[in-house]
């Protein structure tokens, strides 16, 4: 009888552990080789967007998602997971077959991620703060949330992690050159 409430016991304080430590299955915005959530930038100076799905305790072959861009960035290059050339990417988002079945299992202390694509991006106007956004991916008149397909075609759905970009805003009125000089 001690025996099996010490198990009871062992079992509650591992579910409990288990609860804390688990988070929600993610899709980021993340900018730059430092994979930050924000970023600086100015206008013509090429900076990179990685787009990375986190937290999964699963399989996943595909991925799909719609990347929400400021009017000012444009893309001028891409690579996606692998080399991959899965890829429908379209005016209602982008979906990633990854070409090979990913298991990504969570182990404690070790962050579970994987870079579906990369891009190289520009300004090609001045802008303030901005937030660049993935939401659902719209296949015709059916609408998701971003989610991946695990090996078994099984959908799942993502929470997706907004980035932010900051931009350089010239002003009007310059009182040097020097000053001007400065902001590029």
Do not use: H
């Not at 001690?2 to 988070?23: G, I, P, Q, S």
């Not at 999964?56 to 991959?84: F, H, K, M, Q, R």
């Not at 990369?118 to 703060?129: G, K, L, Q, Y």
């Amino acid at each position: 009888m001690k025996n099996l409430r010490m198990f009871a016991m062992l079992a509650l304080v591992a579910m409990t552990l288990f609860a804390v430590t688990a988070e929600a299955q993610e899709i980021s915005v993340l900018f730059g080789t430092e994979m930050a959530s924000s970023k600086q930038v100015k206008p013509f100076e090429a900076f990179d967007i990685s787009i990375v799905v986190s937290n999964i305790n699963d399989t996943i072959g595909a991925v799909e998602y719609s990347l929400n861009l400021p009017e000012n960035v444009v893309i001028t290059a891409s690579n996606y997971w692998n080399g991959t050339d899965l890829v429908i990417d379209g005016i209602d988002g982008t979906a990633i077959a990854l070409g090979e079945c990913v298991t990504m299992v969570d182990a404690p202390g070790i962050d579970q991620e994987i870079t579906v694509a990369s891009f190289e991006a520009i300004a090609v106007n001045t802008f303030a703060s901005t937030s660049v956004t993935l939401t659902e991916y719209n296949s015709g008149a059916n609408t998701t949330a971003p989610r991946y397909a695990n090996c078994q075609d099984q959908l799942v759905e993502l929470t997706p992690a907004d980035g932010t970009l900051q931009g350089v805003t010239v002003p009007t009125e310059a009182t040097s050159f020097s000053k001007v000089k400065s902001l590029f």
